[in-house]
DNA sequence: CCGCATTAGTTGCATTTGCAACTATAATCC
DNA sequence: GGATTATAGTTGCAAATGCAACTAATGCGG
């Protein structure tokens, strides 16, 4: 028998980077239109609210961490946020090198005024699945972004 | 009673849009190394020579439509992959402003290179997964990408 | 203590991306 | 069949992103 390379197919719509690809950009477009055209908030910017608001004091590289944001993305989040006085950003007395952030009371107003339309719409979102299917999604996805922070690059690793 | 306006709270972490913009992000960038590292393609180069391997003639805007980009990403990568000779642009001659694309042997060959590590990440994510999770996570992605396509922008549709 | 390595955060630069204007061809409608 | 409108694709410009170099402050080894 000849060496089969028996050339393997690959179709993109059905390669599950892709669709993840597709889908994370269509949602986040369409959030990102609403806090743009209502709050003026880029995407970054509307991440460090929500972290700020329920974890306040957080220095810029701990925000980094928790929204896996790198520290020039939310260095400069936090510059806009400042400007439009949303944020405070002040040094630590311990080690001078740290921020401390917190939203000021208008930061906070944006945040109230967000949430309900970003709640909506994953509801609107999940609304196509029954209850049981969306705490399995959730799971699944849980999963699988976990799984994705230990694989190394592709084609580099075994398993 | 006082009218309840009982700030609901959102925690990144939990939030949907949010998970899943970081899973295709890490998903993606993984990739992306590996095609740039081997063969120099972009992420939109690598869907252009994915579709045309598959429906090779196809018009620049039949390759958007089918790999979810705008023309002039796809105009781009095309220009690219022409200088590369991975794929022939041709004219219609039924009607001179379609273009005819092609793959060339060059680019049927990277095709062909790339696909086993493509697949191979792929396998490697999915592992996560049992052989009926993985059935029911896809089967839940697509379902979930076909709504975010009826879904417009957040916050002014209901339902 | 005093140099040397480390860490937090910012800035500058090169690349990528997205949108709008433009060119060329084709279809439509009196 | 000639003006008008629409479509395919490219180009240019402005904003977003990512990376490396830089500044400032701290920690640490001897």
Not at 1 to 23: G, K, T
Not at 122 to 136: G, M, N, T
Request: hydrophobic content about 50%; aromatic content about 6%.
């Amino acid at each position: 028998m000849p060496a089969p390379a028996n050339a393997p197919a690959l179709s993109l719509e059905r390669f599950i980077p892709y669709r993840l690809s597709v889908l994370a950009n269509t949602v986040s477009t369409a959030l990102a239109g609403a806090y743009a055209s209502r709050f003026g908030l880029t995407i970054p910017q509307w991440r460090v609210i929500a972290v700020l608001a329920r974890a306040p004091g957080l220095s810029a590289a701990e925000v980094a961490e928790r929204t896996a944001m790198d520290k020039v993305a939310v260095s400069r989040a936090v510059t806009g946020l400042a400007r439009s006085g949303r944020v405070r950003r002040a040094l630590a007395t311990s080690d001078k090198r740290r921020s401390v952030l917190t939203l000021t009371a208008r930061g906070r107003a944006v945040y109230r005024r967000i949430v309900p339309l970003a709640l909506a719409y994953e509801r609107r979102l999940l609304a196509e699945f029954s209850p049981a299917e969306q705490s399995q999604f959730e799971a699944l996805l849980q999963r699988l972004l976990k799984r994705s922070w230990r694989l190394g690059p592709a084609g580099d690793a075994r398993v």
